[in-house]
């Protein structure tokens, strides 16, 4: 019996179609997460709306949520460590409960990207108008300009992961300038305060009921500030040894965010030298006001340039999560059209057709929501949606643990610790999703006072639409579970950085 010693020599398989390259390290997916967060964003798109509804005092949410959402971050550093897979708050929400749970997970997590696209970019076009000198308290203006921001932000999507980490490195760049920068100078040469400024508006005018105090509502608006940290999960399947680098991720752009929000905040709080007379003189915001007091035109415009491009480069960030979590949908033939949202394009095999989507949505929810109260609806519309959409795998962790379903085999992040923090991180959800509901305006507002319920029972009707018109909910594919067929994720080579 003879043998063949001569056998052809194996070629290299064409790529697939379901497969993204892997080509994030751990400092690229911390930017990317960082970015998406940033500090520009995170603090400047609603200091001045905390300054005039509270007061000073409001440097205190940030403080109370960065440490609740840090239980968050920990929590799904877990489940990171377990699943690094694109689309995490989807993936892992129908792991630890069922395809159908992480549907609606999936679901509620890309309209809370969708909107805070929106939202991003409605906050970001102000600084647009104040830098060309255009009418920055003109809602037609700003919604033409975050439409026109939108449009940048897919292109630069569209383009490759190296224009991202171009784009990202750029925003870190700009935040080191534009946030600690300017927060050092204004600490050692303009301060005008004492800290005790800080407790300024935190008093409640007697018999005022508990949810309607400073305090409370303080928490309540601070809660737009920290969302985004997951996002490194939403590109797992693009990063190398991502069982370590993206739980860490996580966690790192939570704390670094924060840790400059803090200390950027409190600079700028300690700078004010007339609180009436700031509010009187904005255009727009508060912040360039207090800017102007201390910096020449031309320092102004140049800070004005970086919180540009800091809110460009989140906007990418979010937008990038969200057409991966789309992408990792339509992957499992669970949206409408999924054959087309899951086609990979290009050398780089990017979601092009998911970006895509991402932006023309987005841009369809700024010109449907144009009112004079866009923003306060914006803030809570994503607030709310990102709530929710961290509930489902939290929530998922509990029922698991509470079934016995829950059987890792494997040391996953933080260990015992991080486990148990997740408790703590259910309770603060809930807790807060209350808080940003609650209606806190006149009766006669009803529809200000209740939009976000709205909105998110809306959201929920439509979910089951479009779940059953799916090919999963039309019964024409069978849903996968813990390791299906259709979502190989190509092997995770051992750098980790």
């Known amino acids: 019996m003879s043998t063949d010693n001569h056998s052809p020599a194996p070629t290299a398989s064409p790529p697939r179609d379901d497969v993204m390259k892997r080509e994030f390290t751990l400092w690229s997916t911390f930017s990317l997460a960082f970015v998406f967060i ?86 970001g076009a102000v600084f647009i ?22 449009t940048v932000t897919t292109v630069v999507n569209i383009a490759g992961r190296a224009v991202v980490k171009f784009v990202a490195t ?13 927060a050092v100078y204004l600490l050692l040469f303009h301060r005008e305060q004492d800290p005790s400024i800080l407790l300024e508006g935190l008093q409640a005018a007697p018999e005022t009921p508990f949810m309607m105090t400073p305090f409370v509502l303080l928490v309540a608006i601070a809660g737009w500030s920290f969302l985004g940290f997951e996002s490194a999960s939403s590109i797992a399947e693009e990063v190398k040894n991502p069982k370590h680098a993206v739980p860490r991720a996580i966690v790192y752009s939570l704390l670094g965010v924060g840790a400059v929000i803090l200390f950027t905040s409190f600079a700028i709080l300690l700078a004010i030298p007339d609180l009436q007379q700031i509010l009187a ?8 006001a207090i800017l102007a007091y201390h910096f020449p035109p031309v320092v102004v415009k140049l800070i004005l340039g970086m919180f540009v491009i800091a809110f460009l480069a989140s906007l990418v960030g979010i937008q990038a999560a969200c057409s991966r979590l789309i ?163 190509a092997p995770a080579p051992s750098e980790e950085n």
């Open 327 to 489: 992408w990792a949908n339509a992957r499992e033939d669970e949206l409408p059209f999924s054959g087309w949202l899951k086609k990979l394009r290009g050398p780089s095999r990017l979601p092009s057709n998911s970006i895509l989507l991402t932006g023309v949505v987005s841009i369809l929810a700024l010109l449907l929501l144009q009112n004079d109260d866009i923003n306060t609806l914006l803030v809570a519309f994503t607030t709310v949606g990102f709530y929710a959409a961290f509930t489902f795998p939290v929530l998922g962790l509990a029922i698991a643990r509470i079934r016995g379903t829950w059987k890792p085999g494997e040391r996953l992040f933080m260990g015992r610790f991080g486990l148990g923090i997740a408790w703590v991180a259910l309770a603060w959800l809930v807790l807060e999703i209350t808080n940003v509901l609650w209606p806190r305006e006149s009766a006669d507002l009803w529809l200000i006072n209740y939009a976000p319920l709205i909105a998110s029972v809306g959201v929920a009707l439509v979910g089951e639409l479009v779940y059953r018109l799916s090919p999963v909910g039309r019964g024409v594919v069978r849903p996968s579970n813990e390791a299906p067929a259709r979502t190989p994720a």
């Open 129 to 150: 108008a104040l830098l060309f000198d255009l009418d920055a308290t003109a809602t037609g203006v700003l919604v033409v300009l975050a439409v026109l921001f939108l």
């Open 170 to 182: 750029a925003c870190i760049i700009a935040e080191v300038i534009g946030s600690l920068g300017v």
């Open 38 to 123: 940033s500090p520009i964003v995170a603090m400047y798109g609603i200091f001045g709306l905390g300054l005039e509804l509270i007061g000073p005092a409001f440097w205190w949410g940030w403080v109370v949520t960065l440490a609740g959402q840090l239980t968050v971050a920990i929590t799904l550093g877990v489940l990171a460590s377990r699943w690094p897979l694109a689309g995490g708050v989807y993936q892992w929400s129908r792991r630890l409960v069922n395809p159908r749970y992480g549907w609606f997970a999936g679901w509620a997590y890309t309209w809370a990207l969708l909107i805070a696209l929106s939202s991003v970019s409605y906050a």
């Open 281 to 288: 003189a904005s255009e727009g915001d508060p912040i360039i």
